[in-house]
Structures are given as C-alpha cells and as structure tokens.
C-alpha cells in the first residue's frame, strides 16, 4: 500500500464480461466514487486500478469512458512497478495460470476469478506458490453474498432447519445455440479444448457454497453431458461443442447431508430464479434464490396423501412465506471485493483463498472423473 493510502491495483481482462461489468464498474469504480474503503479504525483507502488487455483500442475506450488514468497492454511493465500492488485476473480460464504465476513471482497480493486453474493440480500449485511467496490471495466467492443465500445463512445459524436433511439445487436456464438469437455466453464455454464445461464453470461454485452453508464436500456422483454438439460462435461461424453443457449430481457431505445439484444450459426455466436451493430440515424447509427465500416450518407443515384418483386443489405455494429484508444487501462482487481489501491494508480475515479455490476445482476434476467412470468418488481433505 502506498504512503497516500491508495491500494493499486492491476486489473486484467477487463474487456470481459464479468471483468468489465462486474469487477470494474460494479466494484473498483463503486468503490473509487464512494471514496474507497473504510478500514476498522475509520481511515479510508481509496482504490486506483490500471487496465491490462491485449487491445489497446478497447482499453483505451473503457479507460476514457470511465476517466481512468492508467492502462498498458504490457503486464509484465504493470507488475514491475511498485505503484500497484494487487494483480486482479478476469481472464479466459485457460490464460490465468501463467498469468497468476508471474503476479506471484512479482510478488502482488492477487485476487482472481474463478476457477483458480483448469485441473486441480495447477490450482495447488498456486496456492503452494502464493504460501511460499507470503503474498495474500483471494479467490471471487459470489454467490454467498447473494440476497438469497444470505437470508439462508441467517437461518442456518438461527437453528431454523433442525437437522438439514437434503438440500436441492437447480441451475439453469437456456442458452441459445446461436444460430439465430445470439448465444447469451461466450463460445468458449462450450468448448473444452479452451477450458469451457459446466462442471468446471459451476462445480467450484457449488464447492464453496456448500462447505460454508451445509459442511464439506466429502463425495461425488455426476452425470455430464453435451446435450447440444454443436453451437454457433459470435462469428455466427457453428463450431463443435466439444464442453458438457449439463450435469446430474449428488454430493455427499460431512454430517451426512446430501445434496442434489442439476446444472445446466439447456433448460427452460419454470423457477422463481435461475439458482434455486431447497433445504429440507427436520424442523423446516427453505427455498432460497438469488433474492428471495421463502420458508415453511414444521409446524406449518400441509399433510398431503398420494391418491392418483383426485386431482389434487391443494395450493402447495401457499404454504411458504417470503423471509422479509431485514437489511440492504450490495452488489456481493463489491462487497467482497472490499473485505478482500480489508484483507490487505489491515490483515482482516479472508478465507476465501487460493487454497478454497482448489477445493472448487478438485470437486470439478472429480465430478468430471465421476461421469467418465461412472462412480461415485471421494475426495480427500486438501492442504497446502
Ligand atoms: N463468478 C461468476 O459468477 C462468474 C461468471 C462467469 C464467468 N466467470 C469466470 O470469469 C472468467 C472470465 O469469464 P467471462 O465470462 O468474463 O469471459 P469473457 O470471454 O467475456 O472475457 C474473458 C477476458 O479474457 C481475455 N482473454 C481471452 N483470451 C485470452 C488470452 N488467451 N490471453 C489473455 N487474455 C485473454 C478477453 O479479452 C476478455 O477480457 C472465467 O474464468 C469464468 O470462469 C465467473
């Protein structure tokens, strides 16, 4: 950190999508114009990012539209220069190994998307380097900052679920191929060859999400599939996907919970929201979204009886009720990115690191390792 008080930082990818919208506009520029981050004893630290791309045009247009002074297309320059000292990577999943690995040897606290690495072995590997180095790291937990799992975090920790039984995930939504109606993804997604798939785009996310809500991951059944073979790329040119566009899987956790988690780009949604989590406990049950969450307790509990001879008028939905916001939630990718800050300038806790980014990748190698063999895996407890 600078003598000023301002944390740089070295942004990478920022053309992307969620470089750009999430991680730049919605993060470090929020966080620039609110004036920075307020550490535990009320000083501030304000954020400077410099923009790193390969394409001068488009870094220069973005820096321009949002009056950021510093950009370069030369990473190596950016990292030797001591005015920066976080490297931030959003790039393609294949391109950040390398990346990450020169931020280490320049010694940057680093921050970065996930998945960590593209096999579990790499993502070891920086989480071995960046110990060895005594550089801080973090690694994008999304999702626990969403409204929805929040509220449900909050009813985890009141007791309100008894002993949690199941819990059920459903994720998805349709991706158009892209002849016609644009595919709403980058094509790389749906190709392997260039770090693409489901499981190792949503699996590192399931990781963490259920180690923090529901306990360890500690098994794996999966399914994958390429439902759709072959896409058309933003070039309209079709190409082959070569990536799973879908996966079946039970995760068996520590405590004995199970968890259920369809994942995919190739369905037609007839949710509330495109994640949604059902938890079902002895004493109550929870369906939690990326907002909402709703509720129904034991003792509000319908008794419906199986008889395929009447239609059944009993209004299910009518029997939860909407957990109320009790607070403001902010956009989750700011405000972790701002407990990451916190992380830097005075030491506060992060344990969303390199070593739980592993994790996420090790559930994605072993859920993809699951459906090649057709078994269920254990996955041993990862340290660095
Ligand atoms: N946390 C989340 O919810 C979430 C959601 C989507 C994607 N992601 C992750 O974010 C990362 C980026 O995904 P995206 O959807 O923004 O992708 P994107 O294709 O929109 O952006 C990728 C960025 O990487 C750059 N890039 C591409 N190839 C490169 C190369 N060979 N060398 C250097 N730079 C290269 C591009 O110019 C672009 O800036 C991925 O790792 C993905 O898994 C996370």
Partial sequence: MSAESTIGIIMNGVSGRMGYRQHLVRSILAIRDQGGVTLSDGRRVQVRPILVGRHEDKLRDIADRHGIEDWTTNLDEALADPRWDVYADFLVTEARVPAIKRAIAAGKAIYTEKPTAG??????????LAKEAGIKNGVVHDKLYLPGLRKLKRLIDDGFFGQILSVRGEFGYWVFPGDGVPAQRPSWNYRSEDGGGIVLDMFPHWNYVLENLFGRVESVYAQTVTHIPTRWDEKGQAYAATADDAAYAIFGLAGGTIAEFNSSWDVRVNRDELLELQVDGTEGSAVAGLFGCKVQHRSATPRPTWNPDIPDGHDYAADWHEVPLTQ????????????FLRHIAEDAPNPYDFLAGARGVLLAEKGLESAAKGARLDLPEVTA
Avoid: C, H, S
Avoid at 119 to 128: I, K, S, T, V, Y
Avoid at 329 to 339: A, D, I, R, S
């Fill in 119 to 128: 096999n579990f072995q790499d993502a070891l590997e920086l989480a071995r």
């Fill in 328 to 339: 403001e939630f902010e956009n989750g990718f700011k405000v972790q990115w701002e407990e």
